[in-house]
Nanobody, 117 residues
C-alpha cells in the first residue's frame, strides 16, 4: 500500500512560481512511475507530467518549458516545479504513483493551485 501526501499549493500571481511536493510512504517507491495530474472545475483530470524510475520524463504540451518534474528516491519524494504560471494552470493538483509490480494506481488527496491574472 502506498500513501501519497501533496503540499506546496497556494495562490500566486500570473508569471509566478510554485513548487509542489509529494511525500510517499509504503511500497517500492524507487521502481514506481510518479506523476502529477490536475483537475480544473468542470474539466476532466489530465496528466501534467510523469517520471519513470529511470528518470524518463513526459510533459503535457501545455506545460512544456515551464514545469519540471523530478524525484528523490532516497527521500521518497516527487516534485513539480512550476514557473511562468498562467491563470489556466489553476486546478487541484494530484500526485500519482503507479506500482511497477502490480500496476496499482495510487493517488494523493490533492493540493489547490490558484493563479490570479
Amino acid at each position: 500500500q502506498v500513501q501519497l501526501v501533496e503540499s506546496g499549493g497556494g495562490l500566486v500571481q500570473a508569471g509566478g512560481s510554485l513548487r509542489l511536493s509529494c511525500a510517499a510512504s509504503g511500497g517500492f517507491f524507487n521502481i514506481n512511475t510518479m506523476g502529477w495530474y490536475r483537475q480544473a472545475p468542470g474539466k476532466q483530470r489530465e496528466l501534467v507530467a510523469d517520471i519513470t524510475s529511470d528518470g524518463t520524463t513526459n510533459y503535457a504540451n501545455s506545460v512544456k518549458g515551464r514545469f519540471t518534474i523530478s524525484r528523490d528516491d532516497a527521500k521518497k519524494m516527487a516534485y513539480l516545479q512550476m514557473n511562468s504560471l498562467k491563470p489556466e494552470d489553476t486546478a487541484v493538483y494530484y500526485c500519482q504513483s503507479v506500482s511497477r509490480l502490480s500496476g496499482t494506481v495510487y493517488w494523493g488527496q490533492g493540493t489547490q493551485v490558484t493563479v490570479s491574472s
